[in-house]
Structures are given as C-alpha cells and as structure tokens.
C-alpha cells in the first residue's frame, strides 16, 4: 500500500477553496514549493475552476498561467488539470508528465494529443460529462452502475481509437460531479472496491468536498480538514492509486503511521 500524493495548485481565481490565492505566478510556484518539501509525489497544475459558478477560460489564459509555473517545476513530476487539447499539448511538450481531464477525453483532438505523447491520463466521471460540475441532486442507489457503465464504454472506445490501456487512471469523481447531496460521495467511497474491478488504477479527490461539509453539518471548505483526512484514509484502505489533496502533510504523516501499523 503505497498511494501516489498529487497535491493541489489552483492557478484560478474562483476554485471553491482557494480560488485566487495562487492565481500569481510567483504564488503558484512557491506554494507547490511548499507541497512537494511536505511530501507530494505529483503536483496537479490547474487553471481554469470546475466550481459551478466559476468564470470560462480560454485556452490562451491557461496556457499564459500554466507555463511560467511549469518552468519553475522542471524537476518535478507535473500533472496538468484541463480538458482543453491545445493546453494539454502545450503542457507536454514543456515536461508535463500526466493530463486530468474532468470530461474523461471528451474531445476527440484530446485523445489525438495523449495518443502522441503516451502518457498516463485521468479520466474522471461526472454526471452531467461536462467540465462543470452541476448543482444536482445524484441518485446513491443507481451512482456506482453509472460509473462502471461510463467507464467501461470509455475505455472501450479509446482503445479502439488507439490509446493504451497502461495510460488510463480512472476518477470516479466527487462532490457535485455526483449530486449535491452527500449521500453519492458516501456511496462511492463504500464502493472503491467494486470500482477496482474496472482493472485500471484509481485516483480519488474527497479535499475539500461539499458531501464533507454536508456530513459536518455545513462547514464551509476550510474547515473540513479532519473530513477530508478521514475519507483519504479510508480510500487508501481500499486500494486507490493516487489521492488528489489541498492538504499534502497531514496525508503524508497519516500515511506514515498507517504503513507502521500494517508492517
């Protein structure tokens, strides 16, 4: 049991948690600093916000907030947050080692562009297979036959286009890309093990998260950090790959202790 850390830098101005701390360059690049002396093994650049509400950013902006950030990190392991071809090639081409995208390769130039580079690529679910997430009601009974037919349509379909199995991680996605009710979050989570099943590496982000905060009975995004901790632990007891989190040493340290216990 040895899960991959990514930690979070919103390069944006509307994310849910922290949207607009990090939109400067140099801000960016020192809190990724920070993260990877805390023990991250990836960093997730972002540039444009799934928030519901959250501005449209042309690709040219995510490219002029991306690159100097990537400069910065070239010796670090860099996954780019876009479902925007043009950003993803752009990133690769400068060093980037991994693309999360929140429309699962929605694009068939998407697909063009992982099939060039060759390297590993999320695809994450959402209800709505957009690059925002809803503010929806999702359904807990129906939410994991939902994924498993999503993911393995998809799979299915890039493969035929020519994608390697080897590159594909799967999202099964959190917070209002399920519903805005807690209880499709909860659900996923108590269904990890199933998902595994999908035969592909599993790459889960709780941070933060809505359901968090519903289960916590409201608590606004900076305040679900003991949630966030518990439900990391619990999907790495289930056996996912990566965790994508804000809050890298809390994780880190957790896992320490975890990996004694089990030795």
Known sequence: ????????????????????????????????????????????????????DGERVSAAEEIARLTPVIQALNSAR??????????????????????????????????????????????????????RAEKQLGNPETILAEIETFFAHRIEQLLKSGLREEQIILD???????GSNPEPSLRVLQGLERLKKLGRPLYVCVSRKSFIGSVLGGRPPQERQYGTLAAEIWAVL???????THAVAPLRDALRVLQAIQM
């Open 1 to 52: 049991m040895n899960p991959q850390i990514v930690g979070i830098v919103n390069i944006t101005t509307d994310s849910f948690s922290d949207g607009g701390q990090f939109v400067e360059s140099e801000k960016a690049i020192a809190h990724a600093q920070q993260l990877l002396l805390q023990g991250a093994d990836w960093l997730d650049l972002g540039a444009e916000s799934s928030n519901p």
């Open 78 to 131: 860099l996954a780019i947050d876009t479902y925007k071809p043009e950003v993803m090639a752009h990133c690769l081409a400068m060093g980037a080692g991994m693309i999360n995208d929140i429309t699962a390769l929605k694009s068939p130039d998407s697909v063009e562009v992982m099939k060039s580079f060759r390297v590993p690529v999320v695809l994450m679910f959402a209800r709505n297979q957009g690059p």
């Open 172 to 178: 099964p996605g959190m917070g209002f890309f399920l």
């Open 238 to 244: 289930q056996g996912v790959a990566y965790v994508r």
